[in-house]
């Protein structure tokens, strides 16, 4: 492997419908696992519209590529010049070359470049396989690694972390494996595969292998085996034959290492007296720590930005409340008129005045909405940054300290550590760093005066749960990184980091949505008017 050139692959399309345009391609030679030169990144002007949703996520406008894009087939000129013939590799290799790539060279008459390499998803799939639940996004992966962030969405940044990927994380695995010549790779991705947990049905999330012992499941992969639906059939013969295969190494313990930096496992006291304690049982325990402390910090982060969003918003909703609160006022009436008038003609004048009513009613609730709505703008704020991080370092203590899971066996004092757990969390979503305070200060006391309990700090964690808790764990850290990445791949958080660090953005996006929204007012004023002149004629006449 040492010796064989390839290149990996990114683009950035103007979407995922067909015809699907490149806007930026990139590419990285590879000699082995290693970069070698300089690596190849163009923008591609193809004089195509960009959809809203695209542009949020990869940041280009019709505008940006008309401005510094290049035409196509000189970009592609270059680009097989720069690949010289050498297998493709892509992180979804079905999409970039299948889906994006294949088209549009044929759309443009070039023929294909390259030869078809081997795909680095499937590779991770493979790789990781149970771990990480079954997500292998490449930015939830260089999060849940603590790779570098290389450009979240850009082309060449997702190629630089396929790098990181594949040296830091997948390359050991496949060391391993005995996998580290071409063809071996080759074979590997490309052989049917099916993930070790079960991704649907009534046994989903059930390790496969568990039908060793479990009679149910055994049956339950025989039906699926029989089943008429092609792939299905597949999927139970796969499972069947691999049934008692041997697993080389744990995808957890694989993962925890690499995933969290634990520290050595330490079995002696502070004289240095050896004590007696099961290897496993304490090795789970540090995972199940180090993984809650990940999970503590990823909330945080979510937190710390999502009440930085809200605030913007709040700021926003502030400036433009009268305008948004007159639209939806007249675009009520209007509803109304036309439900009454719809009325007046089909049961007459009675059965109208009681639509009247209801607008009203409707009315008093939509501005009540708004006064409530108002109201919680005002409680919105961006935390500074010294209380950002004191919120994240409190959160993260309490959270080790008195997290419930602590307590599997004893359901009572399990029971009084869910309670504080719970105050804890909602400090942490409202920001309220006073009572995340008084909860480190003295989380006893704050337990008697809030719910007349006290706090037991016993252990009794068992390996077989401890297990299954960092199992949980694990899944919430993928699912607050998933959570973290819609963040800030949201319209909202674009606007927030466009207003940073420029005061006048904000006013300055209120002017442009107020000449917007006193738009639509004129307009259904002028509906408005139609609507009444047609019912003064009804009723008048």
């Given at each position: 492997?040492?010796?064989?050139?390839?290149?990996?692959?990114?683009?950035?399309?103007?979407?995922?419908?067909?015809?699907?345009?490149?806007?930026?391609?990139?590419?990285?030679?590879?000699?082995?696992?290693?970069?070698?030169?300089?690596?190849?990144?163009?923008?591609?002007?193809?004089?195509?519209?960009?959809?809203?949703?695209?542009?949020?996520?990869?940041?280009?406008?019709?505008?940006?590529?008309?401005?510094?894009?290049?035409?196509?087939?000189?970009?592609?000129?270059?680009?097989?010049?720069?690949?010289?013939?050498?297998?493709?590799?892509?992180?979804?290799?079905?999409?970039?070359?299948?889906?994006?790539?294949?088209?549009?060279?044929?759309?443009?008459?070039?023929?294909?470049?390259?030869?078809?390499?081997?795909?680095?998803?499937?590779?991770?799939?493979?790789?990781?396989?149970?771990?990480?639940?079954?997500?292998?996004?490449?930015?939830?992966?260089?999060?849940?690694?603590?790779?570098?962030?290389?450009?979240?969405?850009?082309?060449?940044?997702?190629?630089?972390?396929?790098?990181?990927?594949?040296?830091?994380?997948?390359?050991?695995?496949?060391?391993?494996?005995?996998?580290?010549?071409?063809?071996?790779?080759?074979?590997?991705?490309?052989?049917?595969?099916?993930?070790?947990?079960?991704?649907?049905?009534?046994?989903?999330?059930?390790?496969?292998?568990?039908?060793?012992?479990?009679?149910?499941?055994?049956?339950?992969?025989?039906?699926?085996?029989?089943?008429?639906?092609?792939?299905?059939?597949?999927?139970?013969?796969?499972?069947?034959?691999?049934?008692?295969?041997?697993?080389?190494?744990?995808?957890?313990?694989?993962?925890?290492?690499?995933?969290?930096?634990?520290?050595?496992?330490?079995?002696?006291?502070?004289?240095?007296?050896?004590?007696?304690?099961?290897?496993?049982?304490?090795?789970?325990?540090?995972?199940?720590?180090?993984?809650?402390?990940?999970?503590?910090?990823?909330?945080?982060?979510?937190?710390?930005?999502?009440?930085?969003?809200?605030?913007?918003?709040?700021?926003?909703?502030?400036?433009?409340?009268?305008?948004?609160?007159?639209?939806?006022?007249?675009?009520?009436?209007?509803?109304?008129?036309?439900?009454?008038?719809?009325?007046?003609?089909?049961?007459?004048?009675?059965?109208?005045?009681?639509?009247?009513?209801?607008?009203?009613?409707?009315?008093?609730?939509?501005?009540?909405?708004?006064?409530?709505?108002?109201?919680?703008?005002?409680?919105?704020?961006?935390?500074?940054?010294?209380?950002?991080?004191?919120?994240?370092?409190?959160?993260?203590?309490?959270?080790?300290?008195?997290?419930?899971?602590?307590?599997?066996?004893?359901?009572?004092?399990?029971?009084?550590?869910?309670?504080?757990?719970q105050a804890i969390n909602q400090?942490?979503?409202?920001?309220?760093?006073?009572?995340?305070?008084?909860?480190?200060?003295?989380?006893?006391?704050?337990?008697?005066?809030?719910?007349?309990?006290?706090?037991?700090?016993?252990?009794?964690?068992?390996?077989?749960?401890?297990?299954?808790?960092?199992?949980?764990?694990?899944?919430?850290?993928?699912?607050?990184?998933?959570?973290l990445d819609d963040l800030r791949?949201?319209?909202e958080y674009e606007l927030y980091?466009?207003?940073?660090?420029?005061?006048?953005?904000?006013?300055?996006?209120?002017?442009?949505?107020?000449?917007?929204?006193?738009?639509?007012?004129?307009?259904?004023?002028?509906?408005?008017?139609?609507?009444?002149?047609?019912?003064?004629?009804?009723?008048?006449?």
């Amino acid at each position: 492997m040492n010796n064989t050139s390839w290149i990996l692959l990114d683009t950035e399309t103007n979407g995922l419908v067909a015809p699907i345009y490149v806007v930026e391609l990139a590419a990285q030679r590879m000699l082995g696992w290693e970069a070698v030169g300089e690596p190849f990144r163009r923008l591609l002007n193809q004089n195509v519209d960009i959809p809203p949703e695209a542009s949020r996520v990869n940041g280009y406008t019709r505008e940006i590529l008309e401005r510094d894009g290049e035409p196509a087939l000189a970009v592609y000129a270059d680009f097989a010049r720069y690949v010289d013939g050498l297998p493709l590799v892509s992180y979804n290799l079905a999409y970039d070359l299948d889906k994006v790539l294949l088209p549009e060279w044929a759309r443009l008459g070039i023929t294909p470049i390259g030869t078809r390499g081997f795909c680095a998803l499937e590779l991770a799939r493979r790789l990781l396989d149970p771990v990480p639940a079954g997500n292998c996004k490449l930015q939830t992966l260089r999060q849940f690694y603590r790779l570098p962030e290389r450009g979240a969405h850009t082309g060449l940044g997702d190629v630089m972390t396929v790098v990181d990927l594949l040296a830091q994380v997948l390359r050991p695995r496949l060391l391993k494996r005995g996998l580290d010549d071409w063809a071996a790779l080759l074979a590997f991705t490309e052989t049917p595969w099916f993930p070790q947990r079960l991704a649907f049905g009534k046994f989903k999330g059930r390790d496969f292998r568990d039908a060793r012992t479990d009679v149910d499941l055994h049956q339950w992969l025989i039906w699926l085996a029989e089943s008429s639906n092609a792939r299905s059939a597949a999927m139970g013969r796969w499972y069947l034959a691999h049934l008692n295969e041997e697993v080389e190494l744990a995808a957890s313990e694989a993962v925890v290492t690499t995933a969290f930096d634990l520290p050595p496992l330490v079995l002696s006291d502070e004289t240095g007296v050896v004590l007696f304690a099961h290897p496993e049982l304490q090795a789970v325990r540090q995972w199940v720590t180090a993984a809650r402390e990940r999970l503590a910090g990823i909330e945080a982060e979510y937190t710390e930005e999502h009440m930085a969003v809200q605030a913007m918003q709040a700021t926003l909703f502030g400036l433009l409340r009268a305008h948004y609160q007159e639209r939806d006022r007249k675009k009520l009436m209007l509803s109304y008129r036309e439900k009454y008038l719809e009325t007046l003609l089909k049961a007459g004048r009675d059965e109208a005045r009681a639509v009247a009513q209801e607008y009203q009613q409707a009315q008093a609730q939509a501005d009540a909405e708004y006064e409530q709505a108002a109201a919680e703008a005002k409680t919105r704020r961006e935390l500074s940054e010294d209380e950002a991080r004191e919120l994240t370092t409190l959160y993260r203590k309490l959270v080790r300290l008195f997290h419930p899971d602590r307590h599997v066996q004893d359901p009572a004092r399990q029971a009084v550590y869910q309670q504080l757990t719970q105050a804890i969390n909602q400090a942490k979503d409202e920001g309220n760093i006073e009572r995340l305070r008084e909860i480190a200060q003295d989380p006893d006391a704050f337990m008697l005066r809030q719910y007349g309990r006290s706090l037991d700090f016993s252990d009794a964690a068992e390996l077989v749960q401890t297990h299954r808790l960092f199992d949980a764990l694990q899944h919430n850290v993928m699912e607050m990184l998933e959570a973290l990445d819609d963040l800030r791949a949201s319209a909202e958080y674009e606007l927030y980091q466009l207003s940073r660090g420029n005061p006048q953005f904000i006013p300055e996006l209120a002017e442009e949505y107020q000449r917007a929204l006193g738009e639509e007012i004129a307009r259904l004023d002028t509906q408005l008017a139609a609507v009444g002149l047609e019912i003064a004629a009804l009723t008048h006449g």
